[in-house]
């Protein structure tokens, strides 16, 4: 069965610095990988996601994460933190030939400090 | 567009009453969904639909019923609220490629108490 791990419960960064949210899952073949982001008080939105080719992945917002199959790992990265990305993130697993439904991790929340 | 929109925003319920939930979208998207969001689990799914008439069971269906008459509307029904059900849900809609094709919007949310 697919599963997700975010190990980190809460992050919290200093304005500027550079963010890596881990994000590792459990597939038998190579998935479909998604970030999400869930501002306060706010519905989901999509960060990025990956199917295939390319490991590095670029999205909105500056952000971009990694595939690496040979850690069962898609991380989250960015480089320069903003005070607006306080927020929550989910990881997000999709099986391939399925109905398309997403299995989410736990999340975690980013806090920045000015 | 309004894209996904979902009332009431808050409610609080007394176990045993049902209520309905409200999601619709102006999207022509024939995917929907309903997911719940407790603190520490993530989403979790409730249930789906592929298209109108059509509905199925995500990973957390029991004590909930959906129906899609039409491609807009999937209201969420709660039969008989329990201090369980007590959670935020959030509806979900993506064009007909399904969510792993497709991006996913989400509503606001509903942020239901059952006391």
């Known amino acids: 069965a697919q599963s997700v791990t975010q190990p980190d419960i809460h992050i919290t960064v200093s304005e500027g610095a550079s963010l890596e949210l881990r994000c590792n899952y459990s597939?038998?073949?190579?998935?479909?990988l998604f970030w999400y982001v869930q501002s306060p008080g706010q519905g989901l939105q999509l960060l990025l996601k990956?199917?295939?080719?390319?490991?590095l992945v670029q999205g909105i917002k500056g952000f971009e994460a990694e595939f690496k199959r040979s850690q069962s790992s898609f991380n989250l990265r960015k480089p320069s933190v903003h005070w607006s990305d306080a927020a929550e993130y989910f990881c997000a697993v999709g099986a391939r030939g399925s109905q398309g439904n997403l299995i989410f991790g736990k999340g975690t929340k980013l806090s920045v400090k000015p | 567009n309004a894209g996904v929109t979902q009332t009431p925003k808050f409610q609080v319920l007394k176990t045993g009453q049902s209520m309905t939930l409200q999601c619709a979208q102006d999207m022509n998207h024939e995917y929907m969904s309903w997911y719940r969001q407790d603190p520490g689990m993530g989403l979790r799914l409730i249930h789906y639909?592929?298209?109108?008439?059509?509905?199925d069971q995500g990973e957390v269906p029991n004590g909930y019923n959906v129906s899609r008459s039409t491609t807009e509307d999937f209201p969420l029904r709660l039969l008989s609220a329990a201090p369980s059900q007590t959670s935020v849900y959030f509806c979900a809609s993506v064009s007909g490629g399904g969510p792993i094709q497709e991006t996913q919007y989400f509503g606001p949310g509903t942020r239901l108490l059952v006391l």
């Open positions: 597939y038998g073949a190579t998935p479909y």
């Open positions: 639909s592929v298209g109108a008439g059509i509905t």
């Open positions: 990956y199917f295939s080719g390319d490991t």
